[in-house]
């Protein structure tokens, strides 16, 4: 689907947000995810995986500069066209029953936002968010739990360490961010015997289990595609120590 | 005009009513892509590598991207040829269009069991055999680098089979030539060049490989003007009909194929990016054929090899 861009601008340090028009030709589950082609071929060659972060008038996703993709992504600008494999993959599940946290580091947060919405809006649910950044700069979102490395704003610390003492049994956690602090936090939530849905990340070629190029080790010693099996798994799916 | 312009043609007895084909390992099992696409235009779908039990494949990271390419190592994943006949097949053979088996082993004998399994299916039209492989320890490419080898494992697989067999060759050998008239003396039916290019990329971060396997395949755009030369070279050394693939990603690169020497084509990495292409391409062969007065797809193969 070629779609216009609506917006795309700087919302933090290296962090942008695309929105672009919604033609309304389908659903998305919060989770779920898009796969963009930046420019026509051949390069960059593959799509981009992005999760969408927002979803209504327009599909949104907020992006990362860390490679050639995503830069020459970030000078697109309004009117011009992308071109958006989605929906993709299985997305959250949504318990009710239990008491909800959303835990997200760095840009792994925009892997919540469209799931925040969805809980608040449509489930009407009580929810609480606990995101971590580096320091200020990275800062995109305006929750009320924030953690920062240096202290800049809020809690200071890892966000790993602002929950870690917050998980029980009673507990559902929503985890998106950096392979490392999933791991941790799996590890505490083994220990609180605390449930976890986490969305990862790997890359990907084609983004609907064709190419087997995705695939995690999950604790049976067999192999899952994140794309089409996940991208969010229950965290007891997954083989750690692998990652 | 579309309708007046006569896109089919033949492997053995077998005809394709246009010469589009799927590539191995870059559509899945087929079903995948039937939301995005209406199979039964298609001239046949090539399966995922099938082993004879199933195969969990290499460890992560098993990808990585290139300028205008990617690198793979996948380790030939996939549920086994019995999974595939119980599973798959039912629904594929839904679609009008050819299904052919892609099969791969460790030893001859592996093949030869596949090719027993196949040979009642009648939903499968043909064989493709897997001998170049760079992902795997055992067989794989081993077996495509030597003449002597292909011999043997075509003759062997052709005692047990009717179904026409195409040898998929490697292009990691000094004279592939050489090898495609080993499987054309050992009784093929076919052969489709190239699979993909023995590669390397290293993390300067952290100055490792990034495939856990340490090299992949290359392929796409990247590496079509090595597949293109390769069935040009084919073309002038054996009479059976040539399967192009590698790096197509349009009409033309399809068509450069043709030219070269190439019967049918197969679309690879294109599919991931866009799930569709095959489709773009077989228009963009009409539209070309149109433009030009062509009236007969078969007047473009290997024409190349009459201009001076
Ligand atoms: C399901 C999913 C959801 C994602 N959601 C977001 C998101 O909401 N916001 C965001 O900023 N990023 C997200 N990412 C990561 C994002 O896809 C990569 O940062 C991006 O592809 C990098 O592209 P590049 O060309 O700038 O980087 P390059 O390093 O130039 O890319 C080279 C190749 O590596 C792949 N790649 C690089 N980094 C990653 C990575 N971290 N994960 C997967 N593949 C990678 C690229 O896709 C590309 O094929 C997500 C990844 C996945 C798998
Ligand atoms: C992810 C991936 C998996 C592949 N798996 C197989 C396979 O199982 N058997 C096979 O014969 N070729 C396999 N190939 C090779 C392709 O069929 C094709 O020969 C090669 O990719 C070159 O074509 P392309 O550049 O159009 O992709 C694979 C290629 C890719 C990229
Ligand atoms: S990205 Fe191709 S199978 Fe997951």
């Given at each position: 689907m070629r779609l216009k861009i609506v917006e795309n601008k700087q919302i933090a340090k290296d962090v942008f947000k695309l929105r672009i028009d919604n033609p309304g030709l389908f659903e998305i589950d919060p989770g779920q995810f898009l796969m963009l082609k930046i420019n026509d071929y051949p390069f960059p060659l593959l799509r981009r995986p992005f999760s969408i972060a927002g979803f209504g008038d327009t599909i949104d996703i907020i992006y990362k500069v860390v490679g050639e993709g995503t830069r020459i992504l970030s000078k697109k600008s309004k009117g011009e066209f992308v071109d958006i494999v989605a929906p993709l993959g299985r997305g959250f599940s949504i318990n009710s029953a239990k008491k909800i946290m959303l835990v997200g580091g760095g840009i792994g947060v925009a892997g919540l936002l469209y799931l925040k919405d969805v809980i608040e809006k449509q489930y009407k649910l009580p929810y609480e968010t606990y995101f971590g950044f580096?320091?200020?700069?990275?800062?995109?979102v305006n929750d009320v739990n924030i953690a920062t490395m240096d202290g800049s704003v809020g809690f200071k610390g890892n966000v790993v360490d602002f929950v870690a003492d917050k998980l029980n049994k009673d507990v559902m956690v929503y985890a998106c961010g950096p392979t490392l602090m999933l791991r941790r936090l799996a590890f505490l939530c083994f220990d609180a015997g605390c449930s976890m849905q986490v969305s990862l990340e790997s890359r990907m070629?084609?983004?609907?289990?064709?190419?087997?190029?995705c695939v995690i080790l999950t604790a049976d010693n067999r192999f899952k595609k994140v794309c089409s099996d996940g991208p969010v798994f229950d965290y007891e799916e997954i083989q750690w120590q692998a990652l | 005009m579309a309708g007046s312009i006569n896109l089919t043609v033949k492997i053995g007895n077998l005809i394709f009513k246009n010469p589009i084909l799927t590539a191995s390992g870059t559509f899945g099992y087929g079903l995948e892509y039937s939301k995005y696409l209406n199979l039964s235009k298609l001239g046949g779908i090539i399966t995922k590598g099938l082993s004879l039990y199933e195969k969990l494949g290499?460890?992560?990271?098993r990808i990585v991207e290139t300028p205008c390419g990617m690198l793979n190592a996948i380790g030939l994943q996939n549920i086994g040829i019995d999974a595939f006949i119980v599973e798959k097949l039912p629904k594929l053979s839904r679609f009008n269009t050819h299904i052919i088996a892609n099969i791969y082993g460790a030893e001859v004998e592996d093949f030869v069991r596949i090719a027993e399994k196949i040979e009642?299916?009648?939903?499968?039209?043909a064989i493709e055999i897997n001998v170049?492989?760079?992902?795997?320890?055992?067989g794989g490419a081993l077996f495509g680098k030597d003449p002597d080898m292909v011999f043997v494992l075509v003759s062997s697989v052709k005692k047990v089979t009717k179904k026409p067999i195409i040898v998929k060759l490697t292009p990691n050998v000094s004279d592939i030539a050489f090898i495609a008239q080993a499987a054309q003396s050992a009784g093929a039916d076919a052969v489709s060049l190239i699979n993909t290019i023995t590669g390397m990329v290293i993390d300067t971060k952290t100055k490792k490989h990034l495939l856990a396997n340490k090299t992949g395949g290359l392929s796409g755009p990247a590496i079509y003007p090595v597949g293109v030369r390769m069935v040009y070279e084919v073309y002038e050394k054996v009479k059976i009909p040539i399967i192009g693939v590698g790096g197509i990603y349009n009409a033309d690169i399809a068509l450069q194929y043709i030219m070269a020497g190439a019967t049918l084509v197969e679309i690879g990495t294109a599919n991931f990016i866009d799930p569709s292409i095959t489709m773009e391409i077989l228009k963009g062969i009409e539209e070309y054929m149109e433009n030009e007065g062509i009236k007969n797809i078969s007047q473009l193969i290997g024409i190349a090899h009459s201009s001076k």
């Amino acid at each position: 689907m070629r779609l216009k861009i609506v917006e795309n601008k700087q919302i933090a340090k290296d962090v942008f947000k695309l929105r672009i028009d919604n033609p309304g030709l389908f659903e998305i589950d919060p989770g779920q995810f898009l796969m963009l082609k930046i420019n026509d071929y051949p390069f960059p060659l593959l799509r981009r995986p992005f999760s969408i972060a927002g979803f209504g008038d327009t599909i949104d996703i907020i992006y990362k500069v860390v490679g050639e993709g995503t830069r020459i992504l970030s000078k697109k600008s309004k009117g011009e066209f992308v071109d958006i494999v989605a929906p993709l993959g299985r997305g959250f599940s949504i318990n009710s029953a239990k008491k909800i946290m959303l835990v997200g580091g760095g840009i792994g947060v925009a892997g919540l936002l469209y799931l925040k919405d969805v809980i608040e809006k449509q489930y009407k649910l009580p929810y609480e968010t606990y995101f971590g950044f580096n320091f200020k700069e990275e800062v995109f979102v305006n929750d009320v739990n924030i953690a920062t490395m240096d202290g800049s704003v809020g809690f200071k610390g890892n966000v790993v360490d602002f929950v870690a003492d917050k998980l029980n049994k009673d507990v559902m956690v929503y985890a998106c961010g950096p392979t490392l602090m999933l791991r941790r936090l799996a590890f505490l939530c083994f220990d609180a015997g605390c449930s976890m849905q986490v969305s990862l990340e790997s890359r990907m070629a084609c983004g609907i289990g064709v190419c087997l190029g995705c695939v995690i080790l999950t604790a049976d010693n067999r192999f899952k595609k994140v794309c089409s099996d996940g991208p969010v798994f229950d965290y007891e799916e997954i083989q750690w120590q692998a990652l | 005009m579309a309708g007046s312009i006569n896109l089919t043609v033949k492997i053995g007895n077998l005809i394709f009513k246009n010469p589009i084909l799927t590539a191995s390992g870059t559509f899945g099992y087929g079903l995948e892509y039937s939301k995005y696409l209406n199979l039964s235009k298609l001239g046949g779908i090539i399966t995922k590598g099938l082993s004879l039990y199933e195969k969990l494949g290499n460890p992560p990271p098993r990808i990585v991207e290139t300028p205008c390419g990617m690198l793979n190592a996948i380790g030939l994943q996939n549920i086994g040829i019995d999974a595939f006949i119980v599973e798959k097949l039912p629904k594929l053979s839904r679609f009008n269009t050819h299904i052919i088996a892609n099969i791969y082993g460790a030893e001859v004998e592996d093949f030869v069991r596949i090719a027993e399994k196949i040979e009642n299916e009648d939903r499968i039209s043909a064989i493709e055999i897997n001998v170049s492989c760079p992902n795997v320890s055992a067989g794989g490419a081993l077996f495509g680098k030597d003449p002597d080898m292909v011999f043997v494992l075509v003759s062997s697989v052709k005692k047990v089979t009717k179904k026409p067999i195409i040898v998929k060759l490697t292009p990691n050998v000094s004279d592939i030539a050489f090898i495609a008239q080993a499987a054309q003396s050992a009784g093929a039916d076919a052969v489709s060049l190239i699979n993909t290019i023995t590669g390397m990329v290293i993390d300067t971060k952290t100055k490792k490989h990034l495939l856990a396997n340490k090299t992949g395949g290359l392929s796409g755009p990247a590496i079509y003007p090595v597949g293109v030369r390769m069935v040009y070279e084919v073309y002038e050394k054996v009479k059976i009909p040539i399967i192009g693939v590698g790096g197509i990603y349009n009409a033309d690169i399809a068509l450069q194929y043709i030219m070269a020497g190439a019967t049918l084509v197969e679309i690879g990495t294109a599919n991931f990016i866009d799930p569709s292409i095959t489709m773009e391409i077989l228009k963009g062969i009409e539209e070309y054929m149109e433009n030009e007065g062509i009236k007969n797809i078969s007047q473009l193969i290997g024409i190349a090899h009459s201009s001076k």
